[in-house]
């Protein structure tokens, strides 16, 4: 565009030098900044496996649990050849949140125990998850009554050998059973959930009445 352009031989010489140069660094460079592409990636997978999974107890989280009682209620409601039918059960550790206030590793460490009771002492049928401020949740399948029951007693015997400092750590315990009669009232997961909390509730209250009828 300037026209000609006067150059001395060292100068066209270096300008000859520059231009493999650069053309290799400007490679270089672009492979760098497309290998750094794996950090996304790596971001994307770490994001789901923590949507999935709790970090502390190893179980999976509310979320996976919503998606399994979804299909359970459907074969529940929808299945002509056999009656199916469902059990969650919530267990929640009393004042697990003045612990973690306070001892934040001691509460780390008491998820995991109680995690690990779950574990050794449910069937491998039955689906266990964490689903957050101390409340695990475990969905039962097709499981007599006899056998839920005594899955219970080995579950809370476990339970009660736990030991946080000197203390024993308390469990409140919520349960619906989902048959073809009901499945249609608990579309969705959290609704269970927020049954079971009420029953919960219940319990507590209707305990402390009769701490209160004893020491009256």
Request: with cysteine; hydrophobic share 35%.
């Amino acid at each position: 565009m300037m026209g000609y352009v006067v150059m001395t031989i060292p100068i066209k010489i270096g300008l000859l030098l520059a231009f493999p140069v650069c053309a290799s660094l400007s490679t270089l460079s672009r492979s760098i900044l497309s290998g750094w592409g794996w950090i996304d990636r790596n971001r994307s997978e770490i994001n789901s496996y923590v949507e999935h999974y709790d970090q502390i107890t190893k179980l999976q989280t509310k979320y996976n649990a919503q998606k399994i009682y979804e299909k359970a209620q459907r074969f529940v409601m929808e299945d002509q050849c056999d009656s199916q039918w469902l059990i969650t059960t919530a267990i929640h550790w009393s004042h697990n949140r003045q612990i973690r206030q306070f001892h934040k590793r001691a509460y780390n460490e008491m998820l995991r125990e109680i995690a690990k009771v779950l574990k050794d002492d449910r069937l491998p049928s039955e689906a266990l998850y964490y689903i957050g401020h101390g409340t695990f949740l475990i969905i039962s399948f097709n499981l007599t009554k006899q056998t839920y029951d005594h899955r219970n007693a080995l579950t809370r015997q476990s339970l009660q050998k736990l030991k946080i400092g000197q203390a024993t750590p308390q469990f409140k315990w919520g349960t619906k059973y989902i048959n073809k009669d009901n499945a249609a009232k608990f579309p969705e997961l959290k609704e269970i959930i927020r049954h079971i909390n009420r029953d919960m509730e219940t319990d507590l209250i209707v305990e402390y009445m009769k701490g209160d009828n004893t020491n009256g």
